[in-house]
């Protein structure tokens, strides 16, 4: 694994919640971008008020290692929302709130201010066969959502539906053949996230999905039940749809609840994972059931 060091060039708003970055210099005349829409990394900050104080992690066999006797950077993961390598710049959107490392730094960032990236990962893989696709998120899936409608083949009938908190979170999407947009308002930390009901209302029961495809992202929590719904209840096989948690409310006391487990809870959630026979998203769905129990 690779952690490029990479330099602001410029910083635009997008809209009131959404700010974009865009990258350059460093070591991303290395970077290699897999071309897959929804590709992400993991964005490496620095861990002080000196913006350039950037202690970036050695990569290791099985991940990354802070260097002894420096601070950890804070890490967090983004979407790629587009590659240039000529010039050789990548733009990632942030997403602006109240709190949090990355919002924070990406408030206040200037041109010449240094982050750190690794190599990116994309997960949407639609099927070969595939004619249609309903795109659903909430505001931070926004920047996938632009990077696959503007790679998406013409003759591809799209739905997108975007869960943002307002009116003054919209922004202009690709204007593509076959696509349809929808924007809904409401969730992201604002209330109520209705991506269940947006996704439920877009393929109802019975909805016929040869040759479709369905990417949802948002929410993690609020997620597990789109899932359960596209696997159990649709009966969607595996490679149908992909459903992608991007951030947890208040994770930190999230996390802080889960450590408190009995640590024979804690294996047993680990054990789950065990059976290799079964389905990832099977697997998945089973683990999120046993979260939701403990009241996680």
């Known amino acids: 694994m690779e952690i490029h060091r990479a330099v602001v060039a410029r910083v635009r708003p997008l809209s009131a919640t959404m700010i974009r970055v865009t990258l350059h210099g460093g070591d991303l005349a290395a970077f290699t971008s897999t071309g897959v829409g929804d590709e992400y990394v993991r964005v490496f900050f620095p861990h002080g008020p000196d913006r350039g104080d950037l202690c970036l992690p050695t990569p290791t066999e ?100 975007i869960e943002v908190p307002d009116r003054s979170s919209v922004q202009p999407l690709p204007d593509r053949p076959n696509t349809t947009v929808t924007w809904a308002f409401g969730g992201n930390g604002h209330g109520p996230s209705r991506l269940a009901d947006l996704v439920g209302a877009a393929i109802p029961p019975g909805t016929e999905m040869s040759g479709g495809y369905v990417w949802v992202a948002g929410q993690t929590t609020a997620l597990r039940s789109v899932r359960r719904y596209l696997r159990k209840d649709l009966g969607l096989a595996t490679e149908r749809f992909k459903v992608v948690g991007y951030w947890v409310p208040d994770s930190g006391a999230w996390t802080e609840r889960y450590d408190a487990l009995p640590s024979a809870m804690r294996s047993e959630l680990e054990a789950l994972w065990a059976n290799t026979a079964d389905e990832p998203e099977d697997l998945t769905i089973a683990y999120e059931e046993r979260l939701s129990g403990l009241g996680l």
């Open 62 to 161: 099985n991940g990354w290692q802070t260097p002894q006797g420096r601070p950890a950077a804070p890490m967090r993961t983004y979407t790629v929302r587009a590659v240039r390598p000529e010039p050789g710049e990548i733009d990632i959107d942030f997403v602006l709130h109240a709190h949090g490392v990355a919002a924070g730094w990406a408030a206040s960032a200037r041109p010449g201010d240094v982050i750190g990236l690794n190599a990116p990962t994309g997960l949407y893989r639609p099927p070969a066969d595939l004619r249609r696709q309903v795109l659903v998120a909430d505001l931070t899936g926004l920047p996938a959502i632009a990077r696959l409608l503007e790679d998406t083949p013409d003759h591809i009938t799209t739905r997108a539906i």
